[in-house]
Every structure is written in C-alpha cells, then in structure tokens.
T-cell receptor, first 112, second 111 residues
C-alpha cells in the first residue's frame, strides 16, 4: 500500500528565506505527483503537477522536483512571503483511476 | 468557468438522518472523486468515477453511495449519518489522469 510522508509537519521561517518542503512515498510506481496549498478552512489549490517521466516543474517562486527511484519530491519556495503561510500537501496518483494518496501536510508560517 | 462547486458549505445532521452532498464541475472532466479530510488522518478517497455511469469504491466507502448520471454532477449520499462521518468533504475532478481540481468543501457535523 502506498504511503506518503511529509517532513516537517510544521515550519516557521522569517520572511525572505528560501525553504524546502519534503515529501516521500513508499512505492515508486506512480503516475504523477501533485503539490497543493490549503488555507485554513478552505479547499485545496493545485500548485504543481509532475508527471512520472518528469524531473521538475516550476511556477513563479515555486519549484518542485521528483526522484521516483528514491521515492522523493521536494517543493522549493524562493524568497518566502507572509502570504505563503498555509498547509502544503503532496499527493501521488498510483494508477489510472482517480485515487490520490496524500501526505499529512506541512504547516508553513512565514513571519514578517 | 466556475470550476468545481459544492453545496452546501455547512451542514449539521442528527444520527440516522440521510442527506446528499452535491458536486458539479463545468470543465467537461471525465474523472470525479470524493475525499474526506479528518485531523490526523489526512485526505482519504471515498468513491470515484471515471465517466458517466461508472463509479468505484475508494479507501473508505462504507456508509456512502454515489452515482454519475451526467458528466457534470457527482452527488455523494449519506444513507444513515453517524458521528464518525463528521468531517470535511471535498469533491475533485480531472481530465483523465492529469491535474486534479478541488471544490471548496462541505463541513459536515453529525450529532
């Protein structure tokens, strides 16, 4: 059974710092990996999708990498801002159905 | 496009009552699914559909029914609500195996 782990569970950084969020998964046979942002009491906003054949994806200050063989993905946030404060979730798709397996999330706080 | 919409936003039920959570998308996505989010448990898949007329069970399907009569709609039915079904429910849709888009969620409390 696929298991997804995110470390750390919580992170507090000063504004302007570059930071890395980690996601690991136990089964490397994945279709894709997706990073989401969730604000308190809100739904999930898709940030980046990496297909299994890709190594990384970039959007603005965000860069996500994927190393399938080691079962790891990282989300790099450059020049963090207070508006980046949220919970970040990674999820892997393991088959052609619609099932995503989620990690527990990293709760990020960026202090002004 | 409105994207993925869910109604209601909040609902309180008594044990044993039934209700339907509504989900609709206007992106012509084939795939739709329902997740529940619980503290300490993360998001877990309840049911999913890969097209009109086709549904399948996810990780935690007990106590829930779904149907997919149209591409746009994917309602989730609670047959006899239990306190263990207190949760936040999210509907999601995607074009085949690509990026999934989530609705704003329904916060359900069962007393």
């Amino acid at each position: 059974k696929q298991e997804v782990t995110q470390i750390p569970a919580a992170l507090s950084v000063p504004e302007g710092e570059n930071l890395v969020l980690n996601c690991s998964f136990t089964d490397s046979a994945i279709y894709n990996l997706q990073w989401f942002r969730q604000d308190p009491g809100k739904g999930l906003t898709s940030l980046l999708l990496i297909q299994s054949s890709q190594r990384e994806q970039t959007s603005g200050r965000l860069n996500a990498s994927l190393d399938k063989s080691s079962g790891r993905s990282t989300l790099y946030i450059a020049a963090s801002q207070p508006g980046d404060s949220a919970t970040y979730l990674c999820a892997v798709k393991v088959n052609a159905g619609n099932m995503l397996t989620f990690g527990g999330g990293t709760r990020l706080m960026v202090k002004p | 496009n409105a994207g993925v919409t869910q109604t209601p936003k909040f609902q309180v039920l008594k044990t044993g009552q039934s209700m339907t959570l509504q989900c609709a998308q206007d992106m012509n996505h084939e795939y739709m699914s329902w997740y529940r989010q619980d503290p300490g448990m993360g998001l877990r898949l309840i049911h999913y559909s890969v097209g009109a007329g086709i549904t399948d069970q996810g990780e935690v399907p007990n106590g829930y029914n779904v149907s997919r009569s149209t591409t746009e709609d994917f309602p989730l039915r609670l047959l006899s609500a239990a306190p263990s079904q207190t949760s936040v429910y999210f509907c999601a849709s995607s074009k085949t195996v690509n990026e999934q888009f989530f609705g704003p969620g329904t916060r359900l409390t069962v007393l």
